[in-house]
């Protein structure tokens, strides 16, 4: 039975109770937002007859569903409080109250937040199927499938044990009831609401346990569901329980600050009041008093707190537009802080909620926040989930055809949902859980393609890859992270954008580091599955890895491919000789020089100026038809042909050195050197020397630098029969899983 909350709180059972906290802005009530859950206490819902006028309380839930709901049906509301009057009466509450005041209680706070019809019949009956004799199907009889289902996932959630002993499966199933349908969790909440306002006489200790549990699960909760006003106030009960020394410094700071005879936030929002009435923008200028938690961490971060720290200035208008409106008029007649400037409208929270944030500078140097939104935005930030009333009502042009779809659900609910299903086994679903919770800031990155991802703050790539293409991410090869190549373990930040680049072998893998890079459920849980599902090859990536520890070179594998791991020093591999045998199967030489190619006269592909000179094309820039060209002559009667734009050109050019005239003679076979820039995997060095290979290419020297995060720079000199091959040769190349970009070699200028 739900009844394990008490009577209501006195004056003096706990620091925390409601009334107490309320006191140092009681002055400035009249400012604040309508919607205001302390104000909700046992006289506002009973009256002054309560216990022997019980019925007349669902008046109480009527007029606040009415300011939300003019045209509402009130029938079902009436009927279910009557069906929970008649089944709980009898039960008491542990402070000797009627039980029915429970479940008005909760109703009340739902309604007041804005909830619909349904889910406030709901609320009603929560406890019924629990705690009396009325069965579910009966539930179905009177108030439809509808009412039955969120009766029955609140009955379940009752049943689950948050502590430390919670068990996980039955926790999984909470959360997937709750994902198909977030009413359940909405009246959950209101439930722990008022159960913790209730909290006073019970024991120090059940006190303490109730209050980790409603920190650790049900705040975090609250929040990725937007129901600020629910959290907000969870928020300060249980930082009076848990924290009660630190509560009541804070609780003395607010009431010093309320008793001031000034009020800089007072004075800010009449500025804003006269400048957006001389521009003639109709809005609503408020005080916004911080919580107790909210100055607690604002005077732990800025240490002594200054009147602009207690509150901020909230405009509400009444178009979207309005709000840009309202921010340049503050903008140009106040001086703001531009980097406290936020944009939540564009790009709402992971939780719906929406708001323009900036910020404006005093005379005094004292800095208060403004919030500017739309009275539906703030009535979506204050109640979120709750305030779209019915998710799965079709429109009324799209009749229904019986599916439980919620576009309106958060992100990271569908993402639950998700990833709870490919969870290998409750414990690992419950810790993945838990970790996913504590992240409580979200950021927004952006696809090229325009689209968004929701990530937690500190995700990497390696997150954003599982995100957008679940499992498929096993190929993922890389990321541009702002247009700039960047690894996999590139952690990114709030606004990037993300290009991932996917690798087109089928085979592809994951490597065991990435769980170091993953913090999202659905990349760890993904991640960890594929490596408990290939074990062999997870043991391959060990031990291959401990090889090229070993060998410090990157020896080739067992099957006779190449690594591609070097460690210290570039790896240069000697080929085997003839096209059949590009692919480098020589033992690697770490100290070796690179091979350089045989110098061979080219008088069949260039021709120059000075009759009777051999034709040597430089080892520096291999130039191939069609580059530009020119020449020089050397000692021995030969003459260099380098393309124009070599550094080789312009220094021997600075030294004094005449050109030669060269041109192009009829296509004969070139030289070329080509430099690969890829992400480091298992066999890449083989693939690559195939599609070489498959283009006609004979590889005459190959360079393999080592790797520096995850990235390797191959340079090759290969001969073709034809220079017309060589784009060919240079796309199969970049088809090659791992490699994004491919170049002909462009030497450095040197030091003279």
């Known amino acids: 039975m739900s009844a394990e909350a008490t009577n209501s709180v006195t004056p003096g059972q706990m620091p925390g109770a409601v009334s107490a906290a309320v006191t140092p802005t009681a002055p400035r009530r009249k400012a604040r937002p309508r919607i205001d859950l302390r104000r909700l206490g046992r006289a506002a819902l009973l009256g002054p007859a309560a216990r022997g006028r019980l019925p007349d309380a669902i008046s109480h839930v009527v007029d606040a569903h009415r300011a939300h709901h003019p045209d509402a049906d009130l029938e079902p509301l009436r009927h279910a409080y009557v069906l929970a009057e008649s089944s709980h009466r009898g039960q008491m509450r542990k402070s000797g109250e009627p039980y029915i005041t429970h479940p008005l209680a909760v109703t009340l706070i739902l309604a007041e937040l804005g909830a619909e019809t349904t889910t406030l019949t709901a609320s009603l009956l929560h406890d019924t199927v629990e705690d009396t004799d009325v069965t579910l199907d009966q539930v179905r009889d009177q108030f439809g499938e509808e009412v039955r289902y969120l009766v029955d996932g609140v009955t379940k959630l009752e049943k689950v044990d948050y502590g430390a002993a919670a068990e996980p499966e039955t926790f999984r199933k909470m959360l997937v009831a709750t994902g198909n349908d977030v009413r359940v969790m909405s009246i959950k909440l209101a439930d722990r609401l008022h159960n913790m306002r209730t909290l006073g006489v019970m024991r120090p200790e059940k006190q303490e346990r109730i209050a980790k549990v409603t920190r650790d699960v049900l705040i975090p909760l609250a929040e990725r569901l937007g129901v600020q006003a629910l959290k907000t106030e969870l928020e300060d009960l249980v930082f009076a329980i848990l924290h009660p020394e630190e509560y009541a410094h804070t609780r003395e700071l607010i009431v010093r600050n309320a008793a001031r005879a000034d009020d800089p936030l007072a004075e800010v929002a009449d500025e804003v009041r006269g400048v957006l009435r001389e521009a003639d923008i109709p809005v609503e200028v408020l005080i916004r008093p911080r919580h107790f938690v909210s100055v607690h961490r604002v005077s732990r971060k800025r240490g002594r707190l200054r009147g602009s720290d207690f509150g901020r200035v909230l405009v509400l208008v009444n178009e979207d537009a309005d709000c840009y409106a309202v921010l340049g008029e503050l903008h140009t007649c106040m001086k703001p802080v531009v980097s406290e400037f936020k944009d939540f409208i564009a790009v709402p929270k992971f939780n719906l909620y929406q708001s323009l944030h900036t910020a404006v500078a005093r005379q005094d140097g004292q800095v208060v926040e403004v919030l500017i939104r739309t009275h539906q935005m703030h009535k979506v930030a204050e109640a979120g989930v709750v305030a779209l009333g019915n998710p799965y009502a079709p429109a009324p042009e799209d009749p229904a055809d019986g599916e439980r779809v919620d576009p309106t659900r958060p992100g990271w609910l569908s993402r639950l949902l998700d990833w709870q299903e490919a969870a290998p086994d409750p414990d690992h679903f419950w810790s993945t859980l838990r970790e996913d919770l504590a ?191 020119t020449g020089f002559a050397v000692r021995g009667g030969a003459v260099t042909v380098h393309r124009v734009e070599c550094a080789a050109v312009a220094r021997m050019k600075a030294g004094g050195r005449a050109e030669v005239g060269v041109h192009w003679g009829e296509a004969a076979e070139c030289r070329v050197t080509l430099v690969a820039e890829s992400f480091v995997r298992p066999h890449l060095l083989a693939d690559l020397t195939e599609a070489m290979a498959s283009e006609g290419a004979e590889i005459v020297s190959a360079t393999v630098e080592p790797p520096t995060q995850q990235q390797v720079r191959h340079t090759y000199t290969v001969q073709l029969p034809d220079a017309g091959h060589l784009p060919g040769l240079m796309r199969a190349m970049r088809d090659v899983a791992g490699v994004y970009d491919v170049s002909r070699s462009q030497p450095q200028p040197q030091g003279n």
């Open 439 to 629: 992240q409580d800031r979200e950021i927004t990155v952006f696809r090229p393609d325009g689209g968004t991802l929701g990530l937690p703050e500190g995700a990497t790539c390696v997150d954003a890859a599982y995100a957008q293409y679940g499992e498929d991410a096993h190929a993922c090869i890389g990321a541009r992270v702002n247009g700039r190549l960047a690894t996999l373990s590139t952690v990114l930040r709030d606004g990037d954008t993300v290009q991932l680049l996917m690798g087109q072998d089928a085979a592809s893998e994951p490597s065991r580091e990435w769980l170091e890079h993953a913090h999202t459920p659905a990349a760890r849980i993904a991640i960890q599955r594929w490596l408990a599902a290939h074990p062999a090859q997870t043991e391959s990536q060990q031990s291959e890895g401990a090889r090229i520890a070993e060998n410090r070179t990157g020896v080739r594998p067992p099957d006779g491919r190449t690594g591609v791991r070097p460690a210290d020093g570039a790896t240069r591999v000697r080929p085997t000789g003839g096209r059949s045998g590009a692919r480098p199967t020589g033992v690697p030489e770490p100290d070796a020089v690179p091979e350089q190619p045989a110098d061979r006269s080219a008088t069949g592909t260039v021709l120059a100026d000075l009759p009777g000179a051999s034709v040597r094309l430089a080892r520096c820039c291999t130039p191939v038809p069609p580059d530009e060209i």
